[in-house]
């Protein structure tokens, strides 16, 4: 979004693929040494920091820990404010009249301690952050993916096509969830492809986008040199 020229997003998509892909691999290779050397650990989320304890000198492990609860807390932070500012915006002002914008303050404020006392009260039993991150990143993922991939490289994608594959997208993943097929198989992968699968066909059998939006993806095309691979 902070791009100026638009000819910076192929240069902007390698920097930014390449360091999700050191960080990803990056806390994969930690979870497979750290099985490999405890094979059995009770809470499968602290390998992190019993890892560190294991490698390096024991005077080093809360510099680890800071640096854990500094990125847990940068993203924490950022998560409340969204979720409590979408409840005050999207649901509570629709259902009653808000006077002012200091009564939406209280709201988000109240939904933010919801919201941080809900979450406390799941992490307590501990083994469970990362089955939620991984249920709610694939919802996302099955959703928002397929649309935000299509709607940069198609031109044909329309509203019908978009809204149907989301709601494909979710239907598959909290069936496939709570069927127990993911213990075979992580339900974002039958979740993106169901979603795209969808988009694609419902918007062909639609009449695909109109004339306007095509004007505007081949002009954004253009923009990037790339009208003749469309």
């Not at 649901?91 to 988000?108: G, P």
């Not at 004007?215 to 009208?227: M, P, R």
Request: aromatic fraction near 14%; charge should be positive.
């Amino acid at each position: 979004m902070a791009i100026k020229d638009p000819k910076e997003v192929k240069d902007s998509t390698l920097i930014a693929v390449f360091w999700v892909a050191i960080s990803t691999y990056g806390a994969v290779l930690v979870g497979i040494i750290g099985r490999a050397i405890f094979l059995e650990i009770g809470d499968p989320e602290q390998i992190f920091l019993a890892l560190t304890g294991e490698v390096f000198p024991a005077y080093t492990i809360g510099l680890f820990a800071a640096s854990v609860m500094a990125a847990i807390l940068s993203s924490v932070s950022a998560y409340f404010l969204v979720a409590a500012a979408s409840y005050a915006s999207n649901i509570y002002k629709r259902f009653k009249k808000v006077k002012n914008d200091d009564a939406l303050v209280k709201i988000e404020r109240f939904a933010i301690v919801v919201i941080a006392l809900a979450a406390f009260l799941m992490s307590i039993s501990g083994g469970i952050v990362f089955k939620v991150a991984l249920y709610a990143w694939g919802g996302l993922a099955a959703c928002f993916g397929p649309l935000v991939i299509l709607s940069l490289y198609w031109k044909n994608l329309n509203r019908k096509g978009a809204i149907w594959g989301m709601v494909v997208g979710m239907v598959t993943i909290i069936g496939w969830y709570n069927l127990g097929l993911s213990n075979y198989l992580y339900e974002l992968l039958p979740g993106f492809a169901f979603s795209m699968i969808t988009m694609i066909l419902i918007s062909l059998a639609t009449g695909g986008a109109d004339a306007n939006v095509k004007n505007e993806f081949l002009a954004y095309k253009k923009a990037l040199g790339e009208a003749n691979h469309v």
